[in-house]
């Protein structure tokens, strides 16, 4: 029997949720792949890309476009139809993106990575906020166990939806061992490679309203006043709604001052941190925050907002700032600017807060939560409805 691991979203790149799946699936095949059988499931279309060097992992797919496959899990688990003939060797399956997939007496858990969409509807596509508002709160009831990445999402699953505590296991995700001080040498040519300025901020994450890039051009605008060389690097795809800040930094009096670099490469990313003299995350929200702690593990100074799981994961190596208040944002990057002590002082700090979190940890802690699940009383969870044929 098999425990499957879903990685749709990371052969499909799917921003933050792939490095999630991705990551966790391979800290459970390295750290107790002979221990336990582990497969792979993932929606197989022609965007989607295997993952390398786990070729040889046992792997069940499906062939759906990302919009039919959603609607079809979700109709299955309204109908109360199965979709068992996609894992029919599975002994337990861990839907790792907010879509779990209806099976009968096939125990499931459920990675809650935020509820964005609820807190912050008209951050969403109306299509997008619909599906999800309506098929979460089922997922959620009908997953055995969910994990939560922060303490933050499990206050919010329990406010929200009203989940008992019992049935929520927080797990955090952490920096890949790649994340790591880049040498002078690599810093130089990868400041060439992507014009990077001689002195630059730095963001990393689709850009999107709930990331709150406007108000932290304004921030810059603001900073550049006294120091007209510090610049900002945003590094990232245009994600949804982007269209107000494209707006936004087309009205700056010197729009150079503002760099879009797009997509960089995890090989390339560790250099363009270790090069910033500061990383902000400036979000309204997160439901964890990976880059925190890549840049922590950078040696790079963190400056992030103090709401949701932010100051769960910058603890006192961070400075924080109130995200809705620029001159509080603008206050916190200069006294970081203005102290190279403070600086020495965050990275030292930032070092020892990333060291904190390991994938080794959360393979341990999820394969927990699966054996207290395969270990439970077992309840016949199965539908009325006949399997699903179709696929």
């Known amino acids: 029997m098999t425990i499957y691991i879903d990685v749709s979203a990371a052969v499909h790149q799917h921003a933050g949720i792939a490095r999630y799946s991705e990551s966790i699936a391979r800290a459970l095949l390295a750290y107790y792949g002979q221990e336990r059988k582990f497969g792979l499931f993932y929606n197989r279309d022609q965007q989607a890309a295997p993952l390398a ?57 459920l990675t809650v990575h935020d509820l964005i969409y609820h807190l912050f509807p008209v951050y969403h596509k109306r299509l997008n906020y619909w599906y999800l508002n309506a098929a979460m709160p089922l997922f959620v009831q009908r997953a055995d166990a969910l994990i939560a990445i922060s303490e933050s999402s499990k206050r919010d699953l329990m406010r929200i939806y009203h989940v008992p505590e019992e049935k929520i296991t927080v797990i955090y995700e952490a920096a890949s061992p790649d994340f790591r001080s880049a040498p002078a040498k690599c810093m130089a040519e990868i400041r060439a490679r992507y014009n990077l300025p001689e002195r630059y901020l730095l963001a990393v994450g689709t850009i999107e309203p709930r990331k709150n890039l406007i108000r932290l051009v304004d921030a810059l605008r603001l900073l550049r006043r006294k120091d007209r060389s510090l610049s900002l690097v945003v590094v990232g795809h245009t994600g949804w709604l982007y269209q107000d800040f494209l707006q936004h930094l087309e009205k700056l009096e010197d729009p150079q001052s503002v760099l879009l670099s797009g997509y960089v ?96 940890r959360a393979a341990k802690e999820t394969l927990a939560v699966y054996q207290r699940i395969l270990q439970a009383p077992k309840e016949d969870k199965c539908y009325e409805s006949a399997s699903l044929g179709a696929y």
Request: proline share 7%; glycine share 8%; aromatic share 10%.
């Open 53 to 109: 060097g786990l070729e040889g992992v046992p792997t069940r797919t499906v062939r759906a476009g990302y919009k039919p496959w959603r609607m079809a899990v979700w109709l299955g688990q309204l109908l109360g139809v199965h979709f068992n003939r996609l894992l029919p060797d599975a002994e337990l399956f861990h839907a790792t993106e907010h879509l779990l997939m209806p099976l009968c007496n096939i125990p499931t858990v």
């Open 265 to 360: 490469p995890d090989a390339d990313l560790p250099a363009v941190i270790s090069g910033a003299v500061a990383y902000v995350l400036a979000s309204f929200y997160e439901g964890f925050g990976l880059p925190v702690l890549e840049a922590m593990a950078c040696g790079t100074p963190v400056i992030c907002s103090n709401t949701s799981s932010m100051p769960e994961l910058g603890g006192d190596a961070a400075r924080y700032f109130d995200p809705y208040d620029t001159q509080s944002m603008v206050a916190a990057i200069a006294a970081v600017l203005d102290d190279g002590h403070l600086r020495a002082e965050m990275t030292e700090r930032g070092l020892v807060q990333a060291a904190r979190f390991s994938w080794q």
